[in-house]
């Protein structure tokens, strides 16, 4: 079992589970390495919200374990490209991530759809997605304008 980054419960999983790797943060090739190396993206994370992370293991074609919260809930598609758990419950997160290490069939589909998640969120996807937003709103449509 390895785990790449850091958080707050490092020291107590370090603690817990002597026989795991821990290899800090990575960045880079180095970190792409880590993903093209790996089965499944356990992602328990409630503070990154842009979705990164989420993405990067989407595109290395892993299945990804989140919550449902901020960019998980935008791009994981339950049962179809990954698996969300309720926000705040732990335990189902638990649940889900067992479920799919007992069954590499399905993390191997869910990671070949990933991968295609992630082909249509290109950078040129985003800005255009952006530039559309804000044609909406130079038309006078959506946003209420302050004042």
Request: hydrophobic share 40%.
């Amino acid at each position: 079992f390895i785990l790449v980054g850091d958080g707050p419960e490092e020291e107590e999983l370090r603690r817990r589970y002597p026989d795991f790797e821990f290899s800090g943060v990575r960045t880079g090739v180095d970190l792409a390495t880590y993903y093209a190396s790996g089965d499944l993206l356990v992602f328990p994370s409630v503070t990154e919200t842009f979705g990164n992370v989420v993405l990067e293991g989407m595109a290395s074609g892993l299945a990804v374990v989140a919550f449902d919260y901020a960019a998980a809930s935008l791009h994981i598609q339950h049962d179809l490209n990954g698996v969300k758990a309720p926000l705040g419950e732990s335990k189902r997160f638990i649940e889900q991530t067992f479920r799919l290490g007992r069954e590499p069939s399905l993390w191997r589909d869910l990671g070949r759809a990933a991968r295609l998640t992630a082909d249509r969120n290109s950078w040129t996807a985003v800005v255009e997605q952006f530039e559309d937003h804000l044609r909406v709103l130079s038309n006078g449509s959506g946003l209420a304008r302050p004042g």
